[in-house]
């Protein structure tokens, strides 16, 4: 079993900056990918980034150049850094495993942007 919290959610102005972290406790292991994914209201939950073991990166071309995934092995913490917000860039973030074939998730934490 994997277990993620994610945490540093919040309401910030347009152009402003957040950082978004998640624990994993349990089975994880710095060979898993991890990522982060949204979901805005009324829409499906979509990829935003996504890194792994082998410290390959992925993004949805709407954050590149504004968003960075990193991860410390060490602390099992992926972090989401995001710049330059936009009121589109609001939803809930859901931070995600893959652990011996199965997806984990965590319960989610709401970005709002907006002035």
């Known amino acids: 079993q994997v277990q993620l919290v994610e945490s540093g959610g919040g309401l910030v102005q347009p152009g402003g900056s957040l950082r978004l972290s998640c624990a994993a406790s349990g089975s994880i292991s710095s060979s898993d990918p991890m990522g982060w994914y949204r979901q805005a209201p009324g829409k499906q939950r979509d990829l935003v980034a996504t890194?792994?073991?082998?410290?390959?990166?992925n993004y949805v071309d709407s954050v590149k150049g504004r968003f960075t995934i990193s991860r410390d092995n060490a602390k099992n913490t992926i972090y989401l850094q995001m710049n330059s917000l936009k009121p589109e860039d609001t939803a809930v973030y859901y931070c995600?495993?893959?652990?011996?074939?199965?997806?984990?998730w965590g319960q989610g934490t709401q970005v709002t942007v907006s002035s």
């Open positions: 890194i792994n073991s082998g410290g390959n990166i």
């Open positions: 995600n495993a893959i652990h011996r074939f199965r997806a984990y």
